[in-house]
């Protein structure tokens, strides 16, 4: 039985001509597929400069060097998160606040952010999870109102639009992935969207070796920079599919949709139905409290069945690593809860409608086997 994973890229003939093209012509590293790859990400995001990277985690990482977060300075985020969001953070030697979520939108609370500001507070790293827009006016206004700089992670967002405007057209430092789960990949990579083109050479330095380029062959080095660069095999990837990204996403939306109608009977909760602003990188839904301990059970009957599930993410703050940083921490109750409960159905743009209906069916059966399996001993 062949099983249905819960994400695939699609990849068509075209951009598998293109990379051959690439093999061919012997220029494999970053190169004239990377530059137009970056124009047409900036041409689309109101011009603004656009650099490529080999992961956003590079982006963010470098976000947050140009901002000059650094040593003593405190980040405010979500922990319900890909442990990236917050792994940045310690890179740059800062440190992580993470702060709760609101139940509804499973996004970073505001209200909540606003409450764990201190004297060390720089900048605030809000996550556009599965897809699902972070209230842009309010994060601005309240990064304003306090002087803070804003690294939108909006890795699993592109295509999102906030109030008519796509993601990445407006704000501060803006990242996005383009790992083989999101909604369009280059194999493996990343990208920042900035302010101005001084970042954007701050931006390149980074991602080599900081070094700058001479016109006589030589080249300086000023700062201590990376290894981040992308490959033009990666860049003609991407190339071919920012071209179907609108269509991708309006796929993804119209089967979204058909969960709605198909899972409406489930003990379930649903996401935001939200039809005009997210790109539906995901599709996340809450078992009822009383299945959270049985989820890797449920996961493995699915699987059983034909069907793989996901679980993005387990808290951050939970995990070994950051329980050891802060073993003090104050609960983060609604983040705790949906992590717990949180499953990722298969949604990706080549399912069919029978598809989404087989998935529902199935959860419907495993979620009433479990039942009747009794309580868990
Ligand atoms: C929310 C979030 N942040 C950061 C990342 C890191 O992206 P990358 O894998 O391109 O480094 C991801 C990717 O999974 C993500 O989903």
């Not at 969001?85 to 939108?105: H, K, M, S």
């Not at 599919?241 to 089967?255: A, C, G, I, T, V």
């Not at 979204?256 to 379930?268: E, I, S, T, V």
Request: glycine share 8%; aromatic share 6%; charged share 25%.
């Amino acid at each position: 039985m062949d099983l249905l994973p819960f994400t695939r890229p699609d990849i068509d003939e075209e951009t598998i001509a293109a990379v051959a093209a690439v093999l061919r012509s012997g220029w494999l590293t970053t190169g004239p597929k990377c530059k137009e790859l970056e124009s047409a990400l900036s041409c689309r995001l109101a011009g603004r400069p656009v650099r490529l990277v080999n992961s956003a985690t590079a982006a963010l990482e470098f976000a947050l060097r140009i901002a000059g977060i650094g040593s003593g300075d405190e980040v405010i985020t979500t922990s319900l998160s890909w442990v990236a969001t917050a792994n940045v953070i310690l890179t740059v030697d800062a440190l992580p606040v993470f702060v709760d979520v609101d139940p509804r939108t499973r996004l970073i609370d505001l209200a909540k952010v606003e409450l764990a500001i201190t004297s060390q507070t720089r900048a605030i790293i809000p996550v556009d999870l599965a897809g699902f827009p972070v209230d842009r006016d309010g994060l601005y206004s309240l990064a304003a109102r306090h002087g803070l700089r804003v690294i939108e992670d909006a890795a699993q967002s592109l295509g999102t639009t906030w109030r008519g405007r796509e993601l990445g057209s407006f704000g501060d430092l803006v990242a996005f992935s383009f790992h083989p789960n999101k909604n369009m990949t280059t194999g493996e990579g990343g990208c920042l969207v900035m302010n101005t083109e001084q970042e954007a050479r701050q931006f390149e330095k980074y991602r080599l070796q900081g070094v700058t380029r001479c016109n006589d062959g030589t080249y300086d080095c000023d700062i201590l920079g990376g290894k981040a660069n992308l490959t033009d095999i990666s860049a003609a990837i991407g190339l071919g599919q920012l071209k179907r990204l609108d269509h991708f996403n309006r796929r993804r939306r119209e089967l979204a949709r058909l969960y709605f109608d198909q899972l409406a009977g489930l003990p379930l909760e649903l996401p935001p139905a939200d039809f005009e602003q997210s790109n539906w990188h995901m599709f996340q839904v809450l078992l009822p409290a009383d299945l959270a301990a049985r989820r890797g059970e449920i996961i493995q009957r699915m699987r059983d069945s034909g069907i793989a599930l996901g679980v993005h993410y387990p808290a951050i703050h939970q995990t070994s690593l950051y329980k050891r940083l802060d073993p003090l921490r104050s609960p983060l109750p609604h983040t705790e809860e949906i992590a717990a409960r949180i499953l990722t159905l298969p949604l990706f743009p080549a399912m069919q409608e029978s598809d989404i209906q087989t998935v529902a069916s199935t959860l419907s059966e495993v979620l009433n086997a479990t039942y009747a399996k009794g309580p868990k001993t």
